[in-house]
T-cell receptor, first 114, second 116 residues
Framework: AQSVTQLGSHVSVSEGALVLLRCNYSSSVPPYLFWYVQYPNQGLQLLLKYTTGATLVKGINGFEAEFKKSETSFHLTKPSAHMSDAAEYFCAVSDGNQGGKLIFGQGTELSVKP | DAGVTQSPTHLIKTRGQQVTLRCSPKSGHDTVSWYQQALGQGPQFIFQYYEEEERQRGNFPDRFSGHQFPNYSSELNVNALLLGDSALYLC???????????????FGEGSRLTVL
């Protein structure tokens, strides 16, 4: 069975500082990995995804993530935080064959201090 | 191009009642999945519909049922509501048949259900 663990339910950074949100996964097959962002009272928006190929993937709003198979990790980073980045971030995994069944982590709430 | 639309956006029910939530997928998508997101939690997979049939189901009781129509829109029905059913219900659409299917989902803004 697949699972996702997000380390840290709350992360607080200063504006301009590095953002690092941690995600570890468990999967018996090569995984497809996703990061979604959820702003208050809204649905989920895809930030970036890893399916195959290059292990460093770039997404929207300056975010990127690196797939590390040996560490079963897919951490999300952004070099410089902006106030507008404050939101809930979810890491998710699928096996790519189930066409829509994503397993989500518990989420990490990112706060950005001025 | 309209994205995934859900209705209603908010609703309040009492225990024991029944509720129906509706979803229209993104144009060109043929698969609809439903997720339940309890407060402070990640979304949990309820079920997925493709070609008007339930294709996969998560760990939810039979009180949760659904339907997909020929135009790919979908409904989620919950019977005998419990307090614990209070949550944001998210609909997501995708293409099952695309050769480039990567499992990416497009989400609606959700229907927030409060059970009193």
């Amino acid at each position: 069975a697949q699972s996702v663990t997000q380390l840290g339910s709350h992360v607080s950074v200063s504006e301009g500082a590095l953002v690092l949100l941690r995600c570890n996964y468990s999967s018996s097959v090569p995984p497809y990995l996703f990061w979604y962002v959820q702003y208050p009272n809204q649905g989920l928006q895809l930030l970036l995804k890893y399916t195959t190929g290059a292990t460093l993937v770039k997404g929207i709003n300056g975010f990127e993530a690196e797939f590390k198979k040996s560490e079963t990790s897919f951490h999300l980073t952004k070099p410089s935080a902006h106030m507008s980045d404050a939101a809930e971030y979810f890491c998710a995994v699928s096996d790519g064959n189930q066409g829509g069944k994503l397993i989500f982590g518990q989420g990490t709430e990112l706060s950005v201090k001025p | 191009d309209a994205g995934v639309t859900q209705s209603p956006t908010h609703l309040i029910k009492t225990r024991g009642q029944q509720v129906t939530l509706r979803c229209s997928p993104k144009s060109g998508h043929d698969t609809v999945s439903w997720y339940q997101q309890a407060l402070g939690q990640g979304p949990q997979f309820i079920f997925q519909y493709y070609e008007e049939e339930e294709r996969q189901r998560g760990n939810f009781p039979d009180r949760f049922s659904g339907h997909q129509f020929p135009n790919y829109s979908s409904e989620l029905n919950v019977n005998a509501l419990l307090l614990g059913d209070s949550a944001l219900y998210l609909c997501a659409s995708s293409t099952l048949t695309s050769s480039t299917n990567t499992g990416e989902l497009f989400f609606g803004e959700g229907s927030r259900l409060t059970v009193l």
